[in-house]
């Protein structure tokens, strides 16, 4: 289960979301209602615990020793996130050449493969333009 701020904004597909019973990306005002909904479901299917005290201890260390202190580490890290966002919103918006629609990746990957566009991206209508 993955918990962010309520000041940030999902940027993944919300059918993820949406496994019944089993949210992996949460809120985190959600955050503990989630959990508490979870540890009853699965004291109900199991009468002992799944993880021991030391199991626990064991997990409770990884993260804490994983978890990047370094303020600077830190602001490294945001920054990369943000140039990896901006650069897939210039790959996924990509729009004919003539008429400057949008078009999918799909009709994109098609465009781009095909030698016939010389890397220049079409909508279905005005492939057929070019095809003459
Ligand atoms: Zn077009």
Redesign the pocket.
Known sequence: MVSFTKRSTFKVDLDYRKIASNEIIVYDIELSEFIHRKVSVLKIHHKEPLLSESDILTIFNAFSKGNITDPKAREDHNRLLITHVSEKKTITSST??????PVSDKVKAYCLSNDRFKGKI??Y??QKIVQK
């Open positions: 004919c050449l003539v008429c400057n629609k079409y909508c209508d005005h």
